[in-house]
């Protein structure tokens, strides 16, 4: 039965353009960022690979010709790219209740709970194509773009796609949790694209020149940012050699880290958001009076 | 898991919007086999009924039943029950017959399903054209379709005819009365009684989220007094022998003629022939549905409930029009059980409930002949 449901609600996904028409410009900005912070990434690693730069390397006692400066510029690539997977997912039950297609879509169920969950587990594989989509684009750009010497090895480029993936279906999951709190589409994708690219970065602002960066790890866009940056700033210092403390902080400001936990925990926090907006637009729907 | 009876049981739904009371203790049954209208002005709360019915708004009280189980529990409800409700949706861009495979899947029917209703309600060759170009009527036809995939037992419409040109109309017509005679339940909502009078076979009418009458259509218009217009030689000898029957109820019109009320025009024949009287013309007046519409569904909260059934006012029962906030309560544990409204429903001659579900007796049977004016719409 739930099989059924699951292939009504993919149907649902691709008998309309939504899913490409913004797969296209998920795939134009990952491989868009992945191409400039390659560019930049290259530029940095040029000037300070120079023998005016040598000079100050060697007295820090860093060798730079190991640094993977490219897995910054794929965890903010990835972070950005996640906007999109983030509004799929935002639509998938504010359309539905915006355009009443909702009423069908309970009338064909056994029950809510088998409808939302066959929801659930089709935006869980879109959110993981997209994510693929992202993390084959940044890989593109960034190759393209980057020293070889800058690339990280098989291992690390895995990790990233894991995490990259993992980041993708767990924005889309916020998104779907967003949405149907809010039911209407419009509302729901300024919200969640102003949240995530404005809103955010000016707490992010505030509370870090209070002097909380910790705080930063807990808010929804720094704790999927540390799921990514942290991974992309372990894997960095696994192979820089000799790092000072203080440029550790640094690093993960530049991989969008700055102030999320490890990996997991940056994770688990961000589960904890998407699991939050989730269940509650999960149990907003479920006793919704469908007039 | 459902009895497969195809009967509908609505008991005692109720359900309050914040302080509005969209539906007040509704109760009827719906029996397959036929078309079942289900009648009552805008705001009603027809809509609301049919939606708690279907699981999609839940009742503050009662309970709505399909095959014996509430929606929820059916299993496969499209396969049971089909809907059609206002202000259903399309996806503007989606394909009707993308839509439709959407939900045959839901259902598990196979996609040449979608394709055997697109023809059946006549959108066989706007199967590729996307919804959101339809028009209303389509829309209409479409939602249909969406309803008829899983085959249901029951059909439960709310409106359909909105939208629909006079052709689409006589087809949904034939449709629904072919439909219910292969033995399934049609339930149809509407606001316009001549909409759906020449559907339905039953009636329920509700009135401000409360049952006004329910039973076959024809037996409300039994109730409405019809009149006998007769053209006798001479009038004033055919007055006097139907005085001398106790007919008082006479008229005479502008024409010449003489209207006699709550006679059959057999009655006027035969008494004129004992007196003597010859009848240059004799015609039946049949009750106004319409009217009789109009009075069960306005003014109930003016009514003089004495009027009601002839009772006088006492008892619970009498609170009926104007239910008090005690009302409800012993309204709601005993429904239409109380002695007021056994008497005048059992006196009416000739009136056929349909198989009611235990205890289930229908107070606005007690609506009495005549009394219509100053009784159940005399406040409109």
Do not use: C
Not at chain 1, 261 to 288: I, P, Y
Request: neutral net charge; hydrophobic residues 45%; without cysteine.
């Amino acid at each position: 039965m739930l099989g059924n449901l699951i292939k009504a609600e993919f149907r649902k996904t691709t008998t309309t353009g939504l899913w490409w028409g913004l797969l296209i410009p998920t795939v134009l900005i990952a491989l868009g960022w992945a191409l400039g912070t390659g560019f930049v990434g290259k530029n940095i690693m040029d000037a300070v690979n120079s023998s005016d730069a040598e000079e100050l390397t060697r007295l820090l006692g860093i060798d730079p010709s190991q640094w993977q400066v490219s897995l910054f510029g794929m965890a903010r690539s990835i972070n950005i790219a996640t906007i999109f997977p983030m509004i799929f997912g935002g639509l998938a039950i504010s359309t539905e209740i915006n355009r009443r297609t909702i009423t069908t879509t309970f009338l064909t169920a056994p029950n809510r709970v088998s409808a939302l969950s066959a929801k659930l587990v089709v935006y869980v594989l879109w959110g993981a194509i997209y994510g693929l989509a992202i993390v084959a684009a940044v890989s593109i750009g960034i190759a393209l773009t980057s020293d070889s010497s800058s690339l990280p090895d098989a291992a690390g480029w895995l990790a990233m796609a894991g995490v990259g993936v993992l980041a993708s279906v767990l924005m889309t999951m916020f998104g779907v949790g967003v949405g149907a709190l809010m039911t209407s589409p419009v509302g729901t994708t300024v919200v969640l694209v102003l949240y995530m690219l404005l809103i955010e970065n000016g707490l992010q602002l505030v509370v870090s020149t209070q002097g909380l960066p910790e705080l930063v790890g807990f808010l929804p866009n720094g704790s999927v940012n540390g799921l990514t940056g942290s991974v992309a700033a372990s894997l960095f210092l696994s192979t820089a050699g000799v790092v000072p403390d203080d440029l550790v902080e640094v690093l993960r400001a530049i991989a969008g880290a700055l102030g999320a936990f490890d990996w997991w925990l940056s994770g688990l926090v961000f589960l904890a958001w998407t699991a939050l907006f989730f269940l509650g637009g999960w149990a907003v729907t479920q006793r919704k009076d469908i007039t | 898991m459902h009895d497969g009876s195809g009967r509908i049981v609505v008991q005692n739904l109720t359900k309050q919007f914040g302080p509005v009371a969209a539906v007040q203790n509704l109760s009827f049954t719906v029996e397959p086999g036929s078309v079942t209208g289900f009648l009552g002005p805008n705001g009603a709360g027809k809509t609301t009924t049919l939606r708690m019915l279907l699981g999609l708004v839940t009742p503050t009280a009662g309970i709505g039943l399909i095959n014996g189980r509430p929606f929820h529990e059916l299993g496969n409800p499209a396969r049971v029950v089909g809907a059609v409700l206002e202000a259903q949706g399309f996806h503007p861009k989606r394909s009707a017959r993308n839509h439709l495979r959407v939900y045959a899947a839901a259902i598990g029917v196979p996609d040449v399903r979608a394709d055997q209703v697109l023809q059946l309600v006549g959108l066989g060759a706007a199967g590729d054209r996307r919804a959101g170009a339809f028009s209303l009527g389509m829309k209409q036809r479409l939602a249909l379709a969406t309803a008829l995939l899983g085959d249901p037992q029951v059909l439960v419409l709310d409106e359909p005819a909105n939208g629909l040109d006079p052709e689409g109309i006589a087809w949904l017509r034939s449709f629904l009365q072919s439909y219910a005679r292969s033995g399934r339940t049609v339930l149809i909502s509407s606001h316009l009684l001549a909409e759906v009078e020449q559907t339905v076979d039953q009636v329920v009418i509700v009135s401000r989220g409360q049952t006004m009458y329910y039973g076959p259509l024809d037996n409300l218009r039994d109730q409405q007094q019809g009149r006998v217009l007769v053209q006798p030689s001479d009038p004033a000898a055919l007055v006097a022998a139907l005085r001398e029957e106790g007919i008082t109820a006479i008229e005479p019109l502008p024409d010449g003629r003489i209207a006699v009320a709550g006679v059959e025009a057999k009655q006027v024949a035969d008494t004129a022939l004992k007196a003597g009287v010859s009848i240059y013309g004799i015609q039946e007046e049949k009750a106004d549905l319409e009217r009789l519409f109009f009075q069960l569904t306005n003014g109930q909260y003016a009514a003089a409930p004495t009027q009601y059934g002839g009772q006088p006012p006492v008892g619970p029962g009498t609170g009926y029009h104007a239910p008090p906030p005690g009302y409800q309560q012993p309204y709601q544990q005993q429904p239409y059980q109380q002695p007021g409204y056994q008497q005048p429903y059992q006196q009416q001659p000739g009136y056929q409930p349909p198989p009611p579900p235990p205890g289930y007796q229908d107070p606005p049977s007690g609506y009495q002949p005549g009394q219509g004016q100053s009784g159940l719409g005399g406040g409109a």
